[in-house]
């Protein structure tokens, strides 16, 4: 299952693998597929929500957005016909800033963990998104408030606490590579590979398991709850890649990651999109990207739906 990693070890190697380094990623893909000026469509969620919005695809619902210090005392007023809630920074990254609230009362709000914070911790955690502590550039940010996701059951063994997502890359509008990226203890609920997550390599064809991942070391079981990886099948998987592939004519960006989650009543949603995604879904996939964009560039036909991409992916 894991001999990718123990054979294809030395540069030479990893290039015969055809594994897309940094360099390569920044200069011959980001520089000529995505145009900067698009960037603000993806850095910026609001914008992204718009664009969601417009386009069919379905998101978490925007409950509200807190631009300006003083707006920061109406949290309560904003929320109050919501028992659960997310706040984010509208311009953070790698899940930085973001803050689940599964409850609260007065001044007691409860975190995923079973842990409380108070109202002034919460005003203080805002004011932070709004002070740019977690934002790209640290610059300032706003901060958005929206519905909280109920991920579904049939996740509820592969994840620690947080709400598992799907990342799927996207070149041209076609779907090329997808990861599950599983929470755990080490990642505090975090969806989020360099802070200690999972990542498996998914099929794109079928939404199952190929291989799983964790500090870039194969892994079988999930370190905390000790469900067997390999097991995994992402239902719905057509309706996972629509989004990803529908995300092209949204952005107009060729290149890009799409994180999608699976609602238990809503289905698969759109948490965010990445202009410039990392590159570790190639080792939790034992399968390098250059291969998979050299065979869109000279096999794939263009000027299709994003429904006819994707099922010309899944024919």
Known sequence: ???????????????????????????????????????????????????????????????????????????????????????????????????VIKGYEANSFTLPSGKTMTYNELYQHISNILSGLYSLGGRYDSALVEEVVHFSDIFKDYSYQGVPDVRVIVYKGYPIMAMSRLSTAESGGRANLHQGAVGVGLDIKTGKTKKAVQHNMPITYHPDTKADLRKIV??????????????????????????????????????????????????????????????????????????????????
């Not at 698009?38 to 386009?55: E, F, I, M, R, S």
């Not at 290149?255 to 759109?270: N, R, S, T, W």
């Not at 291969?291 to 994707?310: C, F, H, M, N, W």
Request: net charge positive; glycine share 8%.
């Open 1 to 99: 299952m894991f001999d990718w990693f123990k054979k294809f070890t030395s540069p030479k190697l990893l290039r015969a693998k055809g594994v897309l380094g940094m360099n390569a990623r920044n200069f011959h893909i980001i520089s000529q597929y995505n145009p900067r000026r698009l960037y603000p469509l993806v850095d910026d969620k609001v914008q992204t929500k718009a664009l969601a919005l417009q386009y069919g695809v379905n998101t978490p619902n925007l409950i509200g957005v807190i631009e300006h210090q003083f707006q920061v005392k109406n949290i309560l007023k904003m929320v109050e016909n919501h028992s659960e809630f997310v706040v984010k920074p509208s311009h953070g990254s790698g899940g930085k800033g973001v803050l």
């Open 234 to 315: 992402v239902p719905l998987w057509r309706e996972h890649l629509l989004i990803a592939a529908k995300a092209y004519e949204m952005t107009g960006l060729g290149y890009f990651g799409a994180d999608i989650v699976l609602d238990a009543q809503k289905g698969p949603m759109m948490l965010e999109l990445n202009a410039r995604p990392g590159l570790a879904i190639q080792i939790a996939n034992g399968l390098g990207l250059k291969k998979a964009i050299k065979r869109v560039d000279k096999k794939y036909p263009s000027g299709l739906t994003a429904e006819q991409r994707v099922d010309y992916v899944l024919a």
